[in-house]
């Protein structure tokens, strides 16, 4: 996340099209509680470019930087980074009850599946019969 693609007054974060798996631009609505934290955090890292910076402000943090913060709050062989996206999908659909399309557009796939089943663990589970 660089600070130039983070729009604070709109709580949104633009993600530019060459980042995207799909190569398409994404904007991600921030809830207030993330823009309360980043406006702290710019005043220590909003002179460099990066949000999370690592080894000084140009450089960004690692994605194996967070997966050993993850072992080490005890959550080895528990949950991975990439999990949040699949326990996000499955909590906004079965306990928020919010629609499948919204869903499947915050995470940035295209919906080709009717149910947008392929992050949904409660219908994995269900029809691995557990």
């Known amino acids: 996340m660089e600070w130039t693609e983070v729009d604070l007054d709109t709580a949104t974060w633009g993600i530019p099209a060459d ?3 799909g ?4 904007i991600f609505p921030l ?4 823009v309360d934290i980043l406006r702290d955090l710019y005043e220590l ?3 460099g470019k990066y949000v999370f910076p690592c080894h000084g402000p140009n450089k960004p943090m690692s994605e194996a930087a967070l997966s050993i913060a993850l072992h ?3 959550y080895k062989r528990k949950q991975t980074l990439h999990g ?3 326990t996000a999908r499955t909590i906004l659909d079965e306990v928020l009850q919010q629609r499948v399309e919204h869903v499947e557009h915050q995470l940035a796939h295209g919906v080709r599946a009717p ?3 392929a992050y949904n663990r409660t219908c994995t589970l269900m029809n691995e019969g557990r």
């Open 31 to 34: 809830p207030w509680q993330a």
């Open 72 to 74: 080490r709050l005890g």
């Open 23 to 26: 190569r398409k631009p994404h």
């Open 115 to 117: 149910l947008g089943r």
């Open 19 to 21: 980042k995207m798996k």
């Open 84 to 86: 949040f996206r699949a």
């Open 45 to 47: 890292t909003g002179r």
